[in-house]
Each structure stands twice: as structure tokens, then as C-alpha cells.
């Protein structure tokens, strides 16, 4: 019963008894007025009588803490919804059973290859892309794009997202999102811009710098790279060898909490026979960067002079020579280069296949790739050309692009190469190729202002391998998740 119901009933049974008291002085007033003690009694009597009823009254009405100690009753004793455990368990193993799969598209990839890596099994995804312009770059597959998707159990995809990764300045990243809603699918895009969390990792040499950095952990695309990073030294006698021991710092891309792609390496450091050899990427103006010491000099050639795998110079570059099939005297305008059949023929350097034939009497199978409006670079008598090479793809500097043979007018294995530059040939080896030795002043201030904290970071792994050799077979090196460094 609430607080004004319970002081209505008392007052009402104290107004009725006031009633009857009433009644029974008035039939007694007369004799009560006689006497002065009567008259006494009578004052006091009513004087008491109304703090009584007060006191009653106020004792009849719950106090705070009363109050307070029925309502925490209540919720006490009121049931509790108890939640199904076999639904929990369910949620739990439906979340738990979600993969996120991450693939780069490859030349000639078709969108069931692209499913199969990222293991979706999913026609009615794969309807819905093909009807979507924002889809585009998977319908129509487009080289150098990562893709990744959350995966259910059964393999069908939840999200699947295209990363579309400018190119120019001027433009941003964006990435397409598909998302399944029950039966049907939704699809956007936003632009993004990646959280970039450094890595670095460090090891001893033993039977290569990038099978070794591999041991280690350090990811293949990154591993395969290391070598460029020398490529002046290597290509001056630099041998990283067996006892070598190397430090790298690389870039790790994350978009939303998720691991996307490995980034650029920041930082290589090797020591060869107590030398210790520093390379830094830095932005020199060019589309990818590229390799610099600290000087601001460049470690990096623009063309690989030599673009074949184990190979020795067989027949140089000459104004007149006799052909070793024909007998006839003519200009040899190219450099060949001899090599076991089947060895790997590279890119000199980024461009654009321009050419892909065959010529019986002549290069065989032969590649041209344009690499800007003047220089242009040619391969001969391959024993094949690498799948995906067709006129228009971009390739990239030391890029498989074929393999060694003999076709064509040949009497061995071998690469036919030349450099033509504004369509005349060149000598390969001699000429003074135009590249980018050095920074100019402005890059190279960039340039030590975000070495200076990567330069800290190998000084110390260096430390850690000196206090502790390291073995290849130890995980050395340390993954780090600490955001990179502001560049002042």
C-alpha cells in the first residue's frame, strides 16, 4: 500500500474517535466545568491526544530505509531471463569459424582462380560481380589489385573487399566493399588510407641473403627485394655470403584492424667480413622510390646491364663481325650473352611489352619492352617466353620475362640483348645510361630525417647480435606493431 493510502485510513479512524469523544464531553461538559481539577484533566487529555495521533500516524509511514530495503527486495526476487547456452555456443562457433584470405591479382587471372586462393566457393557472388561496374576489377581481372575476404565454414564469402590503390598523387585509395545481407549483396566504395605499422626482423647468412631472411620470417615479397637494396655493391664485388649477418625494416599495411599486404622495405643494413653496408628508401621523384645511402647516393642501377641468370658474355657488342651461322660480315648490335638453357631471362627495367614474335631466320622467340620515349630493350632466341608476356603488359625491373634457348638463327643457347636508344643501338655495358645517382638537396633532407629513427632501430638489432650470435635456425628478430615514426 502506498505512503498518502495508509495516512488516509488513520486519519479517518482518528477523525472517527474524535467524534465520539466529542459526543461524550458534551453530555459530560456541565459537570466537568464545576469542577477546576476535572477542567485540569481534560486539558491535558487533549493537548496529548493530537501529538499521539501524529506520532501514530508518522510510525504508520515507511521510512527511506524501508523504503530502499523494499524496492532492493523486489529486484532481488523479480526472475532473471536466462540466456539459451546452446545459442551462445552457436554465435561463438559461427564467429569463430570466419577466415579472412588476402590475394594480389596476377596477370591473366580469372575470377575462379582469384576464388580458389582466397577459398570461396560462391556462384551467386561471382553472378553478382560480373553484373557490377564497381566489380570491375575482378570480373576483369587487373594485375597488382589485393583482394580480401572474410570466409565462412562454408565457404561462402560475408565481405570481400577490392583495394584500389592509387597511382597518381592527385588521387586517393579506394576500396570496394561487398557485403552479403541474407540472400542478396550490397556493394560501395570509400576511400582509404592505410595504418602502416613497421616490422623488422634479423638473422646470419647461410646459404643465401634471401633464403636466410626467409628462415627468419621475414615475407617472400620482402625477402626477394633485400638484394636490390645492394645492387651497386653486389654488382661492384659485394658477396653476401655464408657468416653474414643482415637487419631489414619494412613496412606492414593494415586497413581497419586487418592485416592487408607487406609494404616497402624502409631499411636494410648487412655486414660482410666486419664492413657494414646501410641502405635507406627514400622518395626520389620516380613512380616506386628507390635505394640510397645516406650521402644521397643512389644503390641502385636504372637498368640491369646483365638481364639473365648465370650468364658470361659470349659475342660483344661490335660494328662489324662474321655471323657464326651464315659466314656473312655484318654488324653484331646487340651483346650476346651465354647461359644454361632455361635460365631466367629478367627486365632490364619497368615499361611496356611493345613487341612479342617469332622469327625464324633471325631472333627466334623475341621480346621488345618500351620503357619510356627513348629507350627501348630487346631479347632474343628464347627458348619461351614467360606466361602472361603480351603486347601492352607492364612489367617490372628484374621481372621473369622468358627463358634461355636457342631459336631462331642460333648455335646455342643464349640471349641475343640490345639497347636501343631513340631507335639506335647502343652498347649495353659501356653506355652511360641516364639514371638517378644522387638526391638532390631537398630529397636527401628527407631522406635523413626518416632515416634517423630506422638507423636507431638497426643500431639496435645490430647490438642484440652482438651480445647473442645469431643461428639461421633461430627465430631472431622481432616483429614490431608500433606505428611508424612522424618525419619531422
Known amino acids: 500500500m502506498s505512503a498518502p493510502s495508509i495516512l488516509a485510513k488513520n486519519l479517518r479512524t482518528v477523525g472517527q474517535g474524535l467524534c465520539l469523544v466529542a459526543r461524550g464531553c458534551a453530555r459530560s461538559w456541565d459537570r466537568v466545568a464545576k469542577s477546576p481539577y476535572r477542567r485540569l484533566v481534560l486539558g491535558i487529555t487533549f493537548g496529548i491526544l493530537p501529538a499521539s495521533v501524529a506520532i501514530a500516524t508518522y510510525s504508520a509511514y515507511p521510512s527511506d530505509d524501508e523504503q530502499m530495503a523494499r524496492s532492493l527486495q523486489t529486484e532481488i526476487v523479480a526472475p532473471l531471463p536466462i540466456p539459451s547456452i546452446a545459442d551462445q555456443i552457436t554465435v561463438v562457433t559461427t564467429h569463430s569459424a570466419v577466415t579472412t584470405h588476402t590475394t ?12 580458389s586462393r582466397l577459398n570461396i566457393e560462391d556462384a551467386a557472388l561471382q553472378r553478382f560481380i560480373r553484373g557490377q561496374t564497381l566489380a570491375q576489377p575482378l ?24 583495394f584500389l ?17 541474407g540472400e542478396r549483396f550490397v556493394i560501395n566504395s570509400a576511400p582509404f588510407v592505410y595504418e602502416t605499422q613497421q616490422a623488422m626482423s634479423a638473422g646470419l647468412v647461410d646459404k643465401s641473403l634471401i633464403e636466410s631472411a626467409k628462415a627468419v620470417g621475414v615475407p617472400s615479397e620482402i625477402a626477394e627485394k633485400m638484394p636490390l637494396a645492394f ?12 657468416g653474414d649477418d643482415f637487419r631489414v625494416i619494412y613496412e606492414r599495411q593494415f586497413l581497419e584492424g586487418d592485416f592487408v599486404r607487406n609494404g616497402k622495405i624502409l631499411a636494410v643494413s648487412v655486414t660482410h667480413q666486419g664492413k657494414t653496408y646501410e641502405s635507406f628508401w627514400a622518395d626520389d621523384g620516380t613512380r616506386n622510390g628507390g635505394f640510397y645511402s645516406l650521402d644521397g647516393t643512389s644503390n641502385r642501377t636504372t637498368f640491369i646491364r646483365v638481364p639473365v641468370e648465370g650468364a658470361r658474355v659470349t659475342s660483344s657488342f661490335m660494328p662489324m663481325r662474321r655471323h657464326p651461322v651464315t659466314g656473312v660480315l655484318r654488324p653484331h648490335q646487340g651483346t650476346d650473352f651465354g647461359a644454361p638453357r632455361g635460365n631466367k631471362i629478367f627486365a632490364a627495367a619497368d615499361g611496356v611489352i611493345s613487341r612479342r614474335s617469332f622469327d625464324k631466320r633471325g631472333f627466334g622467340n623475341y621480346l621488345m619492352i618500351k620503357h619510356d620515349d627513348s629507350r627501348t630493350t630487346l631479347y632474343g632466341h628464347m627458348s619461351r617466353i614467360a606466361d602472361g608476356m603480351k603486347v601492352g603488359v607492364p612489367v617490372k625491373r628484374g621481372q621473369v620475362i622468358g627463358y634461355v634457348g636457342a631459336t631462331g638463327l642460333a648455335t646455342g643457347p643464349h640471349l641475343h640483348y640490345e639497347l636501343r636508344v631513340n631507335n639506335r643501338q647502343v652498347n649495353p655495358l659501356k653506355t652511360s645510361i641516364p639514371d638517378k645517382e644522387h638526391l638532390t638537396n631537398e630529397e636527401k633532407h628527407k631522406l635523413l630525417a626518416s632515416a634517423r629513427p630506422l638507423t636507431a632501430r638497426l643500431a639496435m638489432l645490430n647490438r642484440i647480435q652482438s651480445v647473442k650470435p645469431l643461428t639461421p635456425r633461430e627465430a631472431v628478430a622481432k616483429e614490431e606493431s608500433t606505428p611508424e615514426q612522424p618525419r619531422s
Open 104 to 115: 594480389m591479382i596476377r596477370v591473366n587471372d580469372t575470377l575462379g582462380a582469384i576464388f
Open 165 to 181: 590503390e592509387s597511382r597518381s598523387a592527385n588521387q586517393k585509395n579506394s576500396v570496394v566493399t561487398i557485403s552479403r545481407r
Open 139 to 162: 570480373s576483369t581481372p587487373r594485375d597488382g589489385v589485393y583482394v580480401q575476404a572474410k570466409v565462412t565454414a562454408d565457404k561462402k564469402a560475408q565481405t570481400l573487399k577490392i
Open 231 to 242: 645492387e651497386r655493391a653486389i654488382n661492384n664485388g659485394l658477396d653476401i655470403s655464408k
